[in-house]
Every structure is written in structure tokens, then in C-alpha cells.
Nanobody, 123 residues
């Protein structure tokens, strides 16, 4: 019912910035503003980590990214964004966007996931 597609990943040096985008396509009768949205990441050999999530305007961040990452959404365009500043090598992971209904805080259990976009931060 909700198809998600990420873009914007890439390779950057430590201290650099990236902006991830996620386009949501919804079945007829569904509206993006009715969904919580968020980003989760997974590095090789590590568990998935909820990075950030957003309700209408309320945002939630993992301690590991608070103050460096900013999540936002544009419901008119069915878009979700993650601006990542002051990137660290430990931020290297596959990043996935997600959508779900219910509680929007972290941690979250999503109903829909994208295919992911790779972020690599070199030291």
C-alpha cells in the first residue's frame, strides 16, 4: 500500500554532510500525512538502529545522531528527508526509510520499508 524509494546516499569524508530523500507512493485513498515516517540504518554485523522519526512536526532522534541529523517531511510531495551533518565513520550503514501508523517515536516497528541507500563515511 505504501511504496518507498530512497536516494541521496554516497561516500563522504568524516565531517562532511549528506541529504537522504525518500519518495512515498501510496495506493488510492491513502495519505502520507496519516503515517509516521522515519529512518533506520544497519551496518554490517550490527543490529538495525532507528535513527530518526517524525510525526506531523514532532521529531525523535537516537542519541547517536541527535544534534547532527535533522529529519523533515513534505506531505504535499510525499517526501521524507534526512540531513546528516558532521558525519562520522560510525555512521556508515545502509539507510532505509520507513512508514507506519501508530506511535511515531523511537524505537519503531514499521509496516513499509524502502530498499535502502548506502552511506559510507571515510576517516
Amino acid at each position: 500500500q505504501v511504496h518507498l524509494e530512497e536516494s541521496g546516499g554516497g561516500s563522504v569524508q568524516a565531517g562532511g554532510s549528506l541529504r537522504l530523500s525518500c519518495k512515498a507512493s501510496l495506493a488510492s485513498g491513502l495519505y502520507y500525512y496519516n503515517y509516521c515516517a522515519g529512518w533506520i540504518r544497519q551496518a554490517p554485523g550490527k543490529e538495525r538502529e532507528g535513527v530518526a522519526s517524525i510525526a506531523a512536526t514532532t521529531t525523535f532522534y537516537a542519541d547517536s545522531v541527535a544534534g547532527r541529523f535533522t529529519i523533515s517531511r513534505d506531505n504535499a510531495k510525499n517526501m521524507l528527508y534526512l540531513v546528516m551533518n558532521t558525519l562520522k565513520p560510525e555512521d556508515t550503514a545502509m539507510y532505509y526509510c520507513a512508514a507506519w501508523k501508530g506511535s511515531c517515536g523511537l524505537p519503531f516497528r514499521a509496516d513499509s520499508w524502502g530498499q535502502g541507500t548506502q552511506v559510507t563515511v571515510s576517516s
